[in-house]
Nanobody, 125 residues
Framework: QVQLVESGGGLVQAGDSLSLSCAAS????????MGWFRQAPGKEREFAAAISSNSGSTNYADSVKGRFTISRDDAKNTVYLQMNSLKPEDTAVYYCAASRAGWAPVSTEYQYGNWGQGTQVTVSS
């Protein structure tokens, strides 16, 4: 059974940094593309960042490009999201997801078959 468990969310001020982690189990982690999505109150869930297997490629939403960095440690079955220069509009529940499309850092939800429970990130102004 695949499990994805996010951690690291919290309440920060605008301009601060925060690092999210997602620990995966029940899958051959190194073969999967891993992604981060987020859902703000009253809005649809949206893509934030993804990293392909072997950390070959990354992909970012325009709204986070230059501020967020996705990385992975295959030895620890963990994917990270380093978030810098946070803005109030980054406030959302952040979800970790796994895709069997390991060769590409895909950005569409339907390509991700496994999801974590989410972690809340709140950025105050």
């Amino acid at each position: 059974q695949v499990q994805l468990v996010e951690s690291g969310g919290g309440l920060v001020q605008a301009g601060d940094s925060l690092s999210l982690s997602c620990a995966a189990s029940g899958l051959t982690f190194r073969l999967y593309t891993m992604g981060w999505f987020r859902q703000a109150p009253g809005k649809e869930r949206e893509f934030a960042a993804a990293i392909s297997s072997n950390s070959g490629s990354t992909n970012y939403a325009d709204s986070v490009k230059g501020r967020f960095t996705i990385s992975r440690d295959d030895a620890k079955n963990t994917v990270y999201l380093q978030m810098n220069s946070l803005k109030p509009e980054d406030t959302a529940v952040y979800y970790c997801a796994a895709s069997r499309a390991g060769w590409a850092p895909v950005s569409t939800e339907y390509q991700y078959g496994n999801w974590g429970q989410g972690t809340q990130v709140t950025v105050s102004s």
